[in-house]
């Protein structure tokens, strides 16, 4: 697993390390694609089959309070977001960004550290 440099989390859920189908998220290990909400780590199975929808990501448009950054991270590679998801969740008011998975694990916790309503759904990598 990759270590990212720690944080102080006060209360919000911080990314420490990801690699190998893994992440390590406030402390605890969870297998497999996962979404990070500031106060919340939920299975991502959409995340796990490579299918990225609206519907899948219903945790984030429902969250509360509402969630004006989603982060993607789309595995080791880069993965334009598709225009109709980045419209449903413009829709919703709020901006995805789509990146690797390790940029979007450094950049919640960054945005999250600021206090920003973030959200990171995250595919894992083998």
Same mark, same amino acid.
């Given at each position: 697993?990759?270590?990212?440099a720690?944080? @102080?989390?006060?209360?919000?859920?911080?990314i420490?390390?990801?690699?190998g189908?893994?992440?390590?998220? &406030?402390?605890?290990?969870?297998a497999?694609?996962?979404?990070? =909400?500031?106060?919340?780590?939920?299975?991502?199975? %959409? #995340? @796990?089959?490579? %299918?990225?929808?609206?519907? #899948? =990501? &219903?945790?984030?448009?429902?969250?509360e309070?509402?969630?004006?950054? =989603?982060?993607l991270?789309?595995?080791s590679t880069?993965?334009?977001?598709?225009p109709?998801?980045? #419209?449903? =969740?413009?829709r919703h008011?709020?901006? #995805? @960004?789509?990146? %690797?998975?390790?940029?979007?694990?450094?950049?919640?916790?960054?945005?999250?550290?600021? @206090?920003?309503?973030? +959200? +990171?759904?995250?595919?894992?990598d083998?």
């Amino acid at each position: 697993m990759t270590e990212i440099a720690p944080v @102080d989390p006060q209360g919000r859920s911080v990314i420490q390390a990801y690699g190998g189908g893994r992440f390590r998220i &406030s402390g605890t290990e969870f297998a497999g694609s996962v979404i990070v =909400l500031v106060d919340a780590v939920l299975p991502w199975s %959409d #995340g @796990d089959r490579g %299918d990225v929808s609206i519907a #899948g =990501l &219903s945790p984030v448009v429902e969250a509360e309070p509402a969630v004006e950054i =989603l982060l993607l991270g789309t595995g080791s590679t880069m993965r334009p977001l598709a225009p109709d998801l980045r #419209g449903a =969740l413009k829709r919703h008011g709020i901006v #995805g @960004d789509a990146m %690797d998975t390790g940029a979007a694990c450094r950049t919640f916790n960054i945005l999250a550290g600021e @206090d920003r309503r973030v +959200a +990171a759904a995250l595919m894992a990598d083998a």
